[in-house]
């Protein structure tokens, strides 16, 4: 069975880079200037996104940013012109990115669909839901009313992408037979939704009452998907007759 435990986790996730050190060419290492400049777009979205979950984006101001990134607030706008920019930002690095992985990894993954879901959900979520990048759904429910730039931006990067990732794989279960035909779209719904609520219970009601005290939150993420999967396979699409049918 394929496990997300793949290459993509560290070249896209885990560090986002590719080093390459050539072993007859050493590299001189970065003077500490040189090296805390090229951190701090990291370091500004790190901040920005404990700040935003904290006390909301409307809340937050730009300078407690900066402050919490230990930079000058005029430093923050040389990255970043203005706060929607650096919310797009944390969007898209912690969630944009790593569905561009997941669909690089889906479209060469060539075993069983519902083997692939269940990778997909199992550990990407679970990844997620542990993460501070669990705080961005409730971020972006609770806000993006007020600012409909961001939601046509998270719904283009977000959305989208990844309703188009997970049903891709269900189309092609279906088409090969794998999974019973059903309604894409809301058995994509049927898999997604669960997850986002588990986040947003996290940084929520789970604040005061967390969600391991109901369940589980890893054992939810992995009954959850077997249940949908047990819905999706093929051979369940047939109910047993029932004793008055027979006669």
Excluded at 35 to 53: G, S, T
Excluded at 67 to 82: D, E, F, M, N, Q
């Amino acid at each position: 069975m394929a496990c997300l435990t793949f290459a993509y986790r560290h070249r896209y996730i885990t560090d986002r880079s590719v080093s390459i050190v050539m072993p007859d060419t050493p590299t001189a290492p970065h003077p500490p200037r040189q090296r805390r400049k090229e951190a701090r777009p990291q370091e500004l979205i790190d901040a920005a996104l404990e700040l935003f979950a904290e006390k909301g984006f409307a809340a937050t101001r730009s300078e407690e940013v900066a402050a919490r990134a230990g930079v000058a607030k005029g430093t923050l706008y040389l990255y970043y012109p203005s706060k929607e920019e650096l919310l797009k930002a944390v969007i898209s690095q912690r969630l944009s990115s790593e569905i561009v992985a997941v669909a690089e990894y889906s479209r060469g993954y060539h075993g069983r669909c519902e083997d692939l879901l269940r990778n997909v959900f199992t550990e990407w979520w679970s990844r997620v839901f542990d993460s501070p990048t669990s705080a961005v759904f409730k971020l972006v429910i609770t806000e993006v009313r007020n600012f409909p730039d961001i939601a046509a931006f998270y719904r283009a990067e977000v959305v989208e992408p990844a309703t188009a990732l997970v049903g891709e794989i269900v189309g092609r279960g279906i088409a090969s037979g794998e999974f019973r035909a059903v309604d894409v779209p809301g058995a994509v719904m049927s898999l997604v939704l669960p997850m986002i609520m588990l986040c947003l219970h996290k940084h929520s009601l789970g604040a005061c009452t967390p969600a391991n005290e109901l369940m589980d939150p890893h054992v939810f993420i992995r009954q959850h998907v077997e249940l949908v999967l047990h819905g999706l396979r093929a051979e369940a699409s047939a109910p047993t007759a029932s004793p008055r049918g027979r006669a």
